[in-house]
């Protein structure tokens, strides 16, 4: 079983429309939870990280962590074609040696359409 | 700033051949990191490194081996590169104090024959 699950998609909604974006996983060692946006052909790149269950906003994205259910979930208001990519959770727990390490989901393909 | 790049952007290989994938940074950070990405499987670590001269496995580290002589660079080699090692290879670097946040580089499309 992987350590985090995440529907792979693709999702597609119109533009404007609210996207729900989610992940479970299985350890609960995990401390920060991040939302990483990859577009076509590029690398990914940080969108948003928390460490504690409840909300975070920045702009038009909120995301949510519910460490009691080990879900967390990415929410984009008024979606637009340019958020069109491919979106990846990650959470971190400590590797040996005491550093950090990232455990990716699969990802989940966003297509928002005009 | 160019952030981090990868050399070359694309290879094909054919099985048994050896080659080296490139990444540099210019962002000053300490620790560097090789993932491979492929479908459905997310982005898994192959080694990582927590300054010049040093280096660690990660989780998927047979096949490979790695190299950081200059904190800018961080090479990752193939000896024996198998179909199996069909893949995108991204490269990423992190500051020790905000780890959490990786700057990718945009990846080497690598295929084996």
């Known amino acids: 079983q992987k350590e985090v699950e995440q529907d792979p998609g693709p999702l597609s909604v119109p533009e404007g429309a609210i996207v729900s974006l989610n992940c479970t996983y299985s350890?609960?060692?995990?401390?920060?939870f991040m939302w990483y946006r990859q577009y076509s052909r590029k690398g990914p790149e940080l969108l948003m990280y928390?460490?504690?269950?409840g909300n975070k906003e920045d702009g038009r994205f909120t995301a949510q962590v519910d460490k009691s259910s080990k879900y967390i979930s990415l929410f984009i208001r008024d979606s637009q074609p340019s958020d069109s990519a491919t979106y990846l959770c990650?959470?971190?727990?400590?590797?040996?040696?005491?550093?950090?390490?990232?455990?990716f989901g699969a990802g989940t393909r966003l297509a928002v359409h005009p | 700033n160019a952030g981090v790049t990868q050399t070359p952007k694309f290879r094909v290989l054919k099985t048994g051949q050896s080659m080296t994938l490139l990444c540099a940074q210019d962002?000053?950070?300490?620790?560097m990191y090789w993932y491979r990405q492929d479908p459905g499987m997310g982005l898994r670590l192959i080694h990582y490194?927590?300054?010049?001269?040093?280096?660690a496995k990660g989780e998927v580290p047979d096949g490979y081996n790695v190299s950081r002589l200059k904190k800018q660079n961080f090479l990752l080699g193939l000896e024996s590169a198998a179909p199996s090692q069909t893949s995108v290879y991204f490269c990423?670097?992190?500051?020790?104090?905000?780890?959490?946040?990786?700057?990718f580089g945009p990846g080497t499309r690598l295929t084996v024959l």
């Open positions: 990650a959470m971190t727990r400590v590797f040996s040696g005491g550093y950090n390490k990232l455990i």
């Open positions: 350890n609960s060692a995990f401390q920060y």
């Open positions: 928390t460490y504690s269950s």
């Open positions: 962002m000053n950070h300490e620790y």
């Open positions: 490194s927590v300054g010049e001269g040093t280096t």
């Open positions: 990423a670097s992190a500051r020790p104090q905000t780890d959490n946040e990786q700057f």
